[in-house]
Structure formats: structure tokens, C-alpha cells
């Protein structure tokens, strides 16, 4: 006898029957942060349900990576979150160093934590600018893009580019500091505290603001650890985990700084604790900068580090990267990457940035794989808007700071 | 042919009257957007338009006549009728409610004597046409922001009212330029002082009722993308935008006339008889644009409580302490 099936007949006015209000919110929408894609069900206001969609920014750079030596899969690291692009220069840099065993120069590690912090900062600002806007005070955002643009610049002389900057090398940095920029980034890390101030004093004692931020998206720190946070999302709920003081890289082991951490995982402590993770930041430029007058005239690359060997002009065009070393070394005599797989992670300004690497001694990697905070978060989207408004949501995005290009790969 | 002409010419002179009045306004409407965005560009510490003529000053022409020439779509399923009427009801009844303001003492369009009455029986009515348009667009973002401006218009609206009542009460009069007029008779000049809660509540209440920052909520870009007007394009959404710069300036010119004592001031001046009344309406319209640059935006239940909770049993307090008042003394 053939099972029997129930067929569920739709019963328009009762209530487990009705369909519900579904709202489709992205990939194009102005607050969604780049392409991401909720599916939210709602119940008037309430979110009933929410569906995280990712992938529409999927450039495979992963798979890219297999098929370009690891100087050349360098810049495909700027493109994974394109805000903080020297911090993920860094993390790829460092995974390939302990691959090779490479150590880098002090000036070099120096030189590698100010570009990070001011990645730092940087997404710190650009975060704020959009929490502030999609909670509607438009007046922040623009005043923290003024300040950006004053670090983009400063980027723009250390190594030519504003936003991919590209600016880590294996084995070191690509090019030292010149006195004017140290001289402009004392100027900034003079003047920048003040300007947070300025930002607090707009938001911080707002009424709405307050009503907006406080009590959202609340996160107790098991919780938190649960649902695989990291970075200040994780450090808002109370969780004092940061790589940079439990696994020091860098200069991060020389330089004295603090951890922030929230004490009720709402998002408002999560905005303050970035906030003061952007004190903290220029206080490690600070501090680094002070250093690099130690260091004056050392290398900024290490010994022996693989490096791009760029054909000649007129051969340009026909030049293909070695076949056995894999890829274009300066001089015969430098060692391919040899065998074996490396995880390194860095504290990224988004959370917890990890590069796993696959080296079968191709010189070309068999496997890259990231671990990007950002998908992680996404995937905790869901748990942390139910129960709250249409309006909170944006909040929650904007909280846990999400880039998709990080997400997608 | 002379009784015909005495029988049409007060008609045509109203006409006339009402066209001035009409060109004045879209004028006044049109600049309120530039001075918005000057006002606002100048406190976020860049320029505004300043392409468009000198300094800019031609942008809301140009702002026009692009939107004139814009594709106009209608969205396929949407309510075709309403779609098409719904900007106009914004529009008109905000623009229908300058009748009634007494812009001078012997300028006032419709001298009626439920001037107050018909000013918020207008902007109630003009919510229709966010309600109409944001069920029309057969969109779910428009329609979660024609519900939001129903449930904002009904609770505001109720502030609103009873926040005028003291004034009603204090003049005696529901005829606005008897209000300006017995303003000027009291002894404080304005009502805004022994009216202070009041004038307070009609001012969140007039931000709210024309769905401005931190009330923003119909049309919450970041949440809702344009709320109810997002699937309207071309010189329709142009009239949205312009209902909502005529709720701006009519709401403004209510709140002269009821709280700052219209166009009486210290002194007069000589040949500009509209001087104090456009001063006190630019000085409010600044407000509003102040507000915009400066706060974030309420959350909708957050606002129904700050509604329901707070001003309403303010404005009920007022009326009460003010009928108090005027029995005793």
C-alpha cells in the first residue's frame, strides 16, 4: 500500500497557515555593506526569520592563488578585505616566512605593524562612518572619511597605492619610510586622538544613539565563542582574546598596548570598543615610530627572500615564471618554498585573519586557504537579529562589520 | 459688461493672489532644498553644489528639469490609478495649507476661521499620499514604509493637535491671524514663552508629521532603501521630495503664526512688511536642517513610545495647566 501523504492545503486567516512577510533584503541595498543577501521574514516590524545569502562576490581568489607563485598571490590578499588590505599582506606574508623559515628584519617587522595599525584604524573609521550612517547620523560619516582620506594618503606615499596597497613583502617590506613620512605620521597620530574625541562627542552622549546601540544584538561571551567570533565583535562581549597578545607577530611583542573589552556584548560596547582599539592603535604607531629611529639604515627585506624578477622591457611579453623554482627569483641561488603546510593567523581589524598554506615544493602554493572573519560573523547574523526590528538589523551588520570580499573570496 | 467684471474681478484678483502666492512658495521650496544642501555640506566640512550657475545657485532648476526628463516606470502589478495619484495628494494638500497662513496682516489667502483646523486636517490628509503610494508601488519595501507612515501620522497627529489646543485656548480664536494678532496683544509678544511645552511638542510632532530626521522612518534610506517612494521615479518622485520641502515650510509658518507671532516684530520695517514672518520661518527651516546633520534616527517602536509616552501626556499637561490659568487669572 502507498505511504499516504498529507497535502497541506493553504488556509488564508489562520494564523500557522499565513505566509509570511518576506523581505528580500540585498544584494542591492545601501546598507548592506557590499553584496550581501538577507532573506528576513518578517512579523510586522520583527524579524521572525533571516537567511544570510553569500557568494556574489566570489572571485575565486583562492583557486587563483594555486596557479601563481607566492610573490605574485600577494596582491590577490589586498582584494580579500579591501579596507585593511596591509593587514592582509601581512598575515599572507607571515605564513609563507614560517614556510621558509625566513626571519625578517626588525625595521621591516617595524614598518609592518605601523601599516597595520593604520589598517587598522582606517577600517575602524570607515566602520563607524557606515554603523553611523545606517543608524542615520549622516554627519560622522563624513567626518570620518575626512580622516581616512588623511591615512589613504599617507598610504599613498608609502608605497604608491591608496587602497590595495600591497606594501609587505616576504621576507620584509617593499620600501623603507622616507622622513617625510614619519614626519606626517607623528603629525597624524598627534592629531588624531583629538579627533575620536570629536567623534564621541557627536555620538557618543546622543540620546538615540544610545537607545539604538544599547541592548542590540546582545552576545554573552559563551555565546560569542559559539558562534566562532572573533576580533573586537568577540572582545565586546567580554572575551579579552586577541592574537596580537597571544600570539605576538610582528613588533606587537615590543610595543606596549591594551586590549578593550565590553562588559555587556550589546552593540554599543562593541562601538566602544573599537573606539578605544583606535586610541590603542595610534598609540602602537606611536610607539613603533619611536622605534624606527633605533633601526635607521637597517634592510627592510630579509636575506635570501624570493622576490619578483621582472623581465626585461622588450622580453616582457613572452616572459613566463620559471618552470621548476616556480616563481621569478632574483638569482638562481634562492630556495624554493620547500614542502609542508603552515596556518598562521593575524588579528586583523575585522577579527581573527587566518592564511592555512599547502606547499608541495612547486613553488607554486597547492593550497591556499583563508579563514576571513567575516564569513564567520555573517553566519551569525541570523542568531543575533531574531527578535529584533527591521531597523536593528542594520545595526547588527553593521556591528559585526562585515566586508563581503572577505566573505566571498 | 461692467457688472460681469464687478462680479469677476474679486475671483481673478484671488487668482492672482493665489498664483503669487504659489510661485513665492515653490520658490521658498526649491531654495530650502539648496540651502539644505549648502547648510548641511558647509557642517560636514565640504562644498554643496557649486556647479550648477554661481555658487550653485541654479542646482534645483537643474534638479528639476532633469527629473522632468527622467523615463517615468511604473512597476508592473502596481495599483496603476493610485500610483499616479498618490504624489499628487502629498503634494496638494501640503500646498493647499499656505491659504490659510497669514504671511502679512493684510495678506492672508482664505481668512477663515478654522484656519487651525483646516491646516491639520491637510496634513493628515497629505499621509495619504505616503500611505496610498507605498500600498500602490506593490513593493514590500514601500509598503513596510506606507505602514510605518500610518502608524506615524496617527500618533503624531494627536500631539500635534493637542499642542495647539493651549494656543487655541491663550487666543481664543481658531482664525490665525486673530492668533498673530492676539499674540501681539499678550504680554509676553509670542506664545512660545508661556507656551514653551507646547511650542516644544509641535515642534517634534511637525519634524515627525513631514517624516523628517530622526523621524524619518517612511522613507529610512538605510533600512528600507527610499521607503515608499522607491519605486517611483522621474518628476513623480520629484513631487514626493517637494511635498515634503512644502510640509517643511508649511509646518514652519504654522508654528510662526501659532508660537512666534507671525509678522509682528520689535519693530517694523519700512517697505518689507513680510521681514519679521521670513525671518522667523528661515530661522525654523534652519532647525530642521540642523536637526538633519546632526541626529540618528529613532527606531519604530522607539518612536511610537516617544509619541504615545511622552508627548502626548505633555501636550494633555498643557492644555490642563493652561486652562488653569486662563480660569484664574
Same mark, same amino acid.
Request: proline share 6%.
Given at each position: 500500500?502507498?505511504?499516504?501523504?498529507?497535502?497541506?492545503?493553504? @488556509?488564508?486567516?489562520?494564523?500557522?497557515?499565513?505566509?509570511? *512577510?518576506?523581505?528580500?533584503?540585498?544584494?542591492?541595498?545601501?546598507?548592506?555593506? %557590499?553584496?550581501?543577501?538577507? *532573506?528576513?521574514?518578517?512579523?510586522?516590524?520583527?524579524?521572525?526569520?533571516?537567511?544570510?545569502?553569500?557568494?556574489?562576490?566570489?572571485?575565486?581568489?583562492?583557486?587563483?592563488?594555486?596557479? /601563481?607563485?607566492?610573490?605574485?598571490?600577494?596582491?590577490?590578499?589586498?582584494?580579500?578585505?579591501?579596507?585593511?588590505?596591509?593587514?592582509?599582506?601581512?598575515?599572507?606574508?607571515?605564513?609563507?616566512?614560517?614556510?621558509?623559515?625566513?626571519?625578517?628584519?626588525?625595521?621591516?617587522?617595524?614598518?609592518?605593524?605601523?601599516?597595520?595599525?593604520?589598517?587598522?584604524?582606517?577600517?575602524?573609521?570607515?566602520?563607524?562612518?557606515?554603523?553611523?550612517?545606517?543608524?542615520?547620523?549622516?554627519?560622522?560619516?563624513?567626518?570620518?572619511?575626512?580622516?581616512?582620506?588623511?591615512? /589613504?594618503?599617507?598610504?599613498?606615499?608609502?608605497?604608491?597605492?591608496?587602497?590595495?596597497?600591497?606594501?609587505?613583502?616576504?621576507?620584509?617590506?617593499?620600501?623603507?619610510?622616507?622622513?617625510?613620512?614619519?614626519?606626517?605620521?607623528?603629525?597624524?597620530?598627534?592629531?588624531?586622538?583629538?579627533?575620536?574625541?570629536?567623534?564621541?562627542?557627536?555620538?557618543?552622549?546622543?540620546?538615540?544613539?544610545?537607545?539604538?546601540?544599547?541592548?542590540?544584538?546582545?552576545?554573552?561571551?559563551?555565546?560569542?565563542?559559539?558562534?566562532? /567570533?572573533?576580533?573586537?565583535?568577540?572582545?565586546?562581549?567580554?572575551?579579552?582574546?586577541? &592574537?596580537?597578545? *597571544?600570539?605576538?607577530?610582528?613588533?606587537?611583542?615590543?610595543?606596549?598596548?591594551?586590549?578593550?573589552?565590553?562588559?555587556?556584548?550589546?552593540?554599543?560596547?562593541?562601538?566602544?570598543?573599537?573606539?578605544?582599539?583606535?586610541? @590603542?592603535?595610534?598609540?602602537?604607531?606611536? @610607539?613603533?615610530?619611536?622605534?624606527?629611529?633605533?633601526?635607521?639604515?637597517?634592510? &627592510?627585506?630579509?636575506?635570501?627572500?624570493?622576490?619578483? /624578477?621582472?623581465?626585461?622591457?622588450?622580453?616582457?611579453?613572452?616572459?613566463?615564471?620559471?618552470?621548476?623554482? %616556480? *616563481?621569478?627569483?632574483?638569482?638562481?641561488?634562492?630556495? &624554493?618554498?620547500?614542502?609542508?603546510?603552515?596556518?598562521?593567523?593575524?588579528?586583523?581589524?575585522?577579527?581573527?585573519?587566518?592564511?592555512?598554506?599547502?606547499?608541495?615544493?612547486?613553488?607554486?602554493?597547492?593550497?591556499?586557504?583563508?579563514?576571513?572573519?567575516?564569513? &564567520?560573523?555573517?553566519?551569525?547574523?541570523?542568531?543575533?537579529?531574531?527578535?529584533?526590528?527591521?531597523?536593528?538589523?542594520?545595526?547588527?551588520?553593521?556591528?559585526?562589520?562585515?566586508?563581503?570580499?572577505?566573505?566571498?573570496? | 459688461?461692467?457688472?460681469?467684471?464687478?462680479?469677476?474681478? $474679486?475671483?481673478?484678483?484671488?487668482?492672482?493672489?493665489?498664483?503669487?502666492?504659489?510661485?513665492?512658495?515653490?520658490?521658498?521650496?526649491?531654495?530650502?532644498?539648496?540651502?539644505?544642501?549648502?547648510?548641511?555640506?558647509? #557642517?560636514?566640512?565640504?562644498?554643496?553644489?557649486?556647479?550648477?550657475?554661481?555658487?550653485?545657485?541654479?542646482?534645483?532648476?537643474?534638479?528639476?528639469?532633469?527629473?522632468?526628463?527622467?523615463?517615468?516606470?511604473?512597476?508592473?502589478?502596481?495599483?496603476?490609478?493610485?500610483?499616479?495619484?498618490?504624489?499628487?495628494?502629498?503634494?496638494?494638500? +501640503?500646498?493647499?495649507?499656505?491659504?490659510?497662513?497669514?504671511?502679512?496682516?493684510?495678506?492672508?489667502?482664505?481668512?477663515?476661521?478654522?484656519?487651525?483646523?483646516?491646516?491639520?486636517?491637510?496634513?493628515?490628509?497629505?499621509?495619504?499620499?505616503?500611505?496610498?503610494?507605498?500600498?500602490?508601488?506593490?513593493?514590500?519595501?514601500?509598503?513596510?514604509?506606507?505602514?510605518?507612515?500610518?502608524?506615524?501620522?496617527?500618533?503624531?497627529?494627536?500631539? #500635534?493637535?493637542?499642542?495647539?489646543?493651549?494656543?487655541?485656548?491663550?487666543?481664543?480664536? #481658531?482664525?490665525? =491671524?486673530?492668533?498673530?494678532?492676539?499674540?501681539?496683544?499678550?504680554?509676553?509678544?509670542?506664545?512660545?514663552?508661556?507656551?514653551?511645552?507646547?511650542?516644544?511638542?509641535?515642534?517634534?510632532?511637525?519634524?515627525?508629521?513631514?517624516?523628517?530626521? $530622526?523621524?524619518?522612518?517612511?522613507?529610512?534610506?538605510?533600512?528600507?532603501?527610499?521607503?515608499?517612494?522607491?519605486? !517611483?521615479?522621474?518628476?513623480?518622485?520629484?513631487?514626493?521630495?517637494?511635498?515634503? !520641502?512644502?510640509?517643511?515650510?508649511?509646518?514652519? =509658518?504654522?508654528?510662526?503664526?501659532?508660537?512666534? +507671532?507671525?509678522?509682528?516684530?520689535?519693530?517694523?520695517?519700512?517697505?518689507?512688511?513680510?521681514?519679521?514672518?521670513?525671518?522667523?520661518?528661515?530661522?525654523?527651516?534652519?532647525?530642521?536642517?540642523?536637526?538633519?546633520?546632526?541626529?540618528?534616527? !529613532?527606531?519604530?517602536?522607539?518612536? #511610537?513610545?516617544?509619541?504615545?509616552?511622552?508627548?502626548?501626556?505633555?501636550?494633555?499637561?498643557?492644555?490642563?495647566?493652561?486652562?488653569?490659568?486662563?480660569?484664574?487669572?
Amino acid at each position: 500500500m502507498a505511504p499516504t501523504v498529507e497535502i497541506h492545503s493553504r @488556509q488564508i486567516g489562520h494564523p500557522e497557515w499565513e505566509e509570511p *512577510f518576506v523581505v528580500n533584503m540585498g544584494p542591492q541595498h545601501p546598507s548592506t555593506h %557590499g553584496v550581501l543577501r538577507l *532573506f528576513l521574514e518578517l512579523d510586522g516590524e520583527t524579524i521572525v526569520g533571516c537567511d544570510p545569502r553569500i557568494g556574489y562576490l566570489h572571485r575565486g581568489l583562492e583557486k587563483l592563488s594555486e596557479n /601563481l607563485t607566492y610573490s605574485q598571490a600577494l596582491v590577490l590578499t589586498d582584494r580579500l578585505d579591501y579596507i585593511s588590505s596591509a593587514a592582509n599582506n601581512t598575515g599572507y606574508c607571515l605564513a609563507v616566512e614560517k614556510l621558509m623559515g625566513l626571519s625578517v628584519p626588525r625595521r621591516a617587522r617595524l614598518l609592518r605593524t605601523i601599516v597595520c595599525e593604520m589598517a587598522r584604524i582606517s577600517s575602524h573609521l570607515l566602520w563607524l562612518a557606515t554603523h553611523a550612517l545606517d543608524i542615520g547620523a549622516m554627519t560622522v560619516f563624513l567626518y570620518c572619511f575626512r580622516d581616512r582620506e588623511w591615512l /589613504l594618503d599617507i598610504y599613498e606615499k608609502i608605497c604608491g597605492a591608496r587602497l590595495t596597497v600591497s606594501y609587505t613583502r616576504i621576507g620584509g617590506v617593499r620600501l623603507d619610510f622616507t622622513s617625510e613620512i614619519v614626519e606626517e605620521l607623528y603629525r597624524f597620530t598627534e592629531e588624531f586622538p583629538s579627533r575620536i574625541t570629536d567623534y564621541e562627542t557627536l555620538i557618543d552622549v546622543n540620546r538615540i544613539w544610545l537607545k539604538r546601540t544599547k541592548g542590540i544584538a546582545v552576545v554573552p561571551p559563551e555565546k560569542a565563542l559559539n558562534l566562532g /567570533l572573533t576580533g573586537p565583535s568577540l572582545r565586546g562581549s567580554g572575551v579579552p582574546y586577541d &592574537v596580537r597578545k *597571544f600570539r605576538p607577530y610582528d613588533a606587537y611583542d615590543e610595543v606596549e598596548f591594551e586590549v578593550p573589552v565590553g562588559q555587556n556584548g550589546d552593540t554599543y560596547d562593541r562601538y566602544r570598543v573599537r573606539m578605544e582599539e583606535m586610541r @590603542q592603535a595610534n598609540r602602537i604607531i606611536r @610607539q613603533c615610530l619611536d622605534k624606527l629611529s633605533e633601526t635607521e639604515g637597517e634592510p &627592510v627585506v630579509a636575506e635570501g627572500a624570493p622576490d619578483l /624578477l621582472m623581465p626585461e622591457k622588450k622580453k616582457a611579453p613572452q616572459a613566463v615564471p620559471h618552470p621548476k623554482k %616556480g *616563481f621569478l627569483v632574483k638569482g638562481a641561488e634562492v630556495p &624554493v618554498v620547500p614542502e609542508g603546510e603552515v596556518y598562521v593567523s593575524i588579528e586583523a581589524p575585522k577579527g581573527e585573519l587566518g592564511y592555512y598554506i599547502v606547499s608541495d615544493g612547486s613553488g607554486k602554493p597547492w593550497r591556499v586557504r583563508v579563514r576571513a572573519p567575516s564569513f &564567520v560573523h555573517i553566519s551569525a547574523i541570523p542568531e543575533m537579529v531574531k527578535g529584533h526590528m527591521v531597523a536593528d538589523i542594520i545595526a547588527v551588520i553593521g556591528t559585526l562589520d562585515v566586508v563581503l570580499g572577505e566573505c566571498d573570496r | 459688461m461692467e457688472g460681469i467684471l464687478k462680479a469677476v474681478l $474679486p475671483g481673478l484678483i484671488l487668482v492672482g493672489e493665489a498664483l503669487v502666492l504659489l510661485v513665492v512658495a515653490l520658490l521658498h521650496v526649491a531654495y530650502t532644498t539648496y540651502a539644505e544642501r549648502k547648510v548641511i555640506g558647509r #557642517m560636514q566640512q565640504r562644498l554643496g553644489p557649486n556647479r550648477v550657475g554661481p555658487r550653485g545657485l541654479l542646482q534645483p532648476i537643474a534638479d528639476v528639469l532633469k527629473l522632468l526628463t527622467k523615463e517615468d516606470i511604473v512597476p508592473l502589478g502596481a495599483e496603476k490609478g493610485l500610483f499616479y495619484l498618490a504624489p499628487f495628494i502629498s503634494l496638494v494638500a +501640503g500646498a493647499t495649507s499656505l491659504a490659510v497662513i497669514p504671511v502679512w496682516e493684510k495678506f492672508v489667502l482664505a481668512n477663515v476661521n478654522v484656519g487651525l483646523l483646516v491646516v491639520l486636517a491637510l496634513s493628515s490628509l497629505s499621509s495619504y499620499g505616503v500611505i496610498l503610494s507605498g500600498w500602490a508601488s506593490n513593493s514590500r519595501y514601500a509598503f513596510l514604509g506606507g505602514l510605518r507612515a500610518s502608524a506615524q501620522v496617527v500618533s503624531y497627529e494627536v500631539a #500635534m493637535a493637542l499642542s495647539l489646543v493651549g494656543v487655541i485656548l491663550l487666543a481664543g480664536s #481658531m482664525n490665525l =491671524a486673530e492668533i498673530v494678532k492676539a499674540q501681539a496683544a499678550s504680554p509676553f509678544k509670542v506664545y512660545a514663552i508661556p507656551q514653551i511645552v507646547g511650542f516644544f511638542v509641535f515642534m517634534v510632532s511637525a519634524i515627525a508629521e513631514t517624516n523628517r530626521v $530622526p523621524f524619518d522612518l517612511p522613507e529610512a534610506e538605510t533600512e528600507l532603501v527610499a521607503g515608499y517612494f522607491v519605486e !517611483y521615479s522621474g518628476i513623480r518622485f520629484g513631487l514626493f521630495y517637494l511635498a515634503e !520641502y512644502f510640509g517643511m515650510v508649511v509646518m514652519s =509658518a504654522v508654528a510662526v503664526t501659532c508660537f512666534l +507671532g507671525g509678522w509682528s516684530g520689535p519693530f517694523e520695517v519700512p517697505g518689507l512688511p513680510f521681514f519679521w514672518f521670513l525671518l522667523k520661518l528661515y530661522a525654523l527651516l534652519f532647525l530642521y536642517i540642523w536637526v538633519r546633520a546632526t541626529l540618528p534616527r !529613532y527606531r519604530y517602536d522607539q518612536l #511610537m513610545g516617544l509619541g504615545w509616552k511622552i508627548l502626548i501626556p505633555l501636550s494633555l499637561l498643557n492644555i490642563l495647566i493652561t486652562g488653569l490659568i486662563k480660569l484664574w487669572v
